[in-house]
């Protein structure tokens, strides 16, 4: 199939829902464009502008533009790939991308810290051990930003603790 807009083929193809009409028939457009076309259409879609029209001192469009040639230097992938594929290359890019990526794991997931599952019959010494080794970490970050009175707080915390485990 080729592109909509030029003469390349399209790889992607996109559906616009617009809602239901009177008779409950949803109503919607299909695009089908090659990966250039569909960002200038996704652009347009979001702004309301031309791609084209939007002059290239604009500092959104330079910074978008930096943040698609950054490139992870062990697997090459760069940040315009991942968007398009929803997949990073390797372990490494979660750090090369880190600044972009932050934001959206938190839009998707609510948090950016897995706490992941413990199972039921966990012993309570393992509960205390997790519990402290958080308290200590934040305990050191607390006194990294010279928050002496959470500095404080924490420490008593911590020795509330310890004094449960014995």
Not at 1 to 26: E, V
Not at 32 to 48: I, N, R, Y
Not at 112 to 122: C, I, L, S, T
């Amino acid at each position: 199939m080729r592109c909509q807009r030029c003469p390349k083929s399209a790889h992607i193809h996109i559906t616009d829902i617009h809602g239901a009409n009177a008779d409950g028939a949803y109503m919607f457009d299909e695009y089908h464009f090659c990966e250039d076309c569909a960002q200038k259409f996704l652009f347009e879609s979001a702004t309301g502008k031309s791609a084209e029209a939007k002059p290239e001192t604009d500092p959104e469009a330079t910074e978008l533009s930096d943040l698609n040639q950054r490139t992870c230097p062990n697997c090459g992938i760069t940040f315009k790939d991942f968007r398009l594929t929803g997949r990073l290359g390797c372990p490494q890019d979660y750090e090369v991308f880190r600044a972009d990526l932050m934001p959206l794991l938190e839009n998707i997931h609510g948090e950016v810290q897995h706490v992941g599952k413990a199972p039921r019959r966990q012993p309570a010494s393992a509960n205390r051990s997790r519990e402290l080794t958080a308290l200590r970490k934040q305990l050191q970050q607390a006194v990294g930003r010279e928050d002496y009175e959470e500095a404080a707080r924490l420490r008593d915390r911590i020795r509330q603790v310890e004094q449960q485990s014995d």
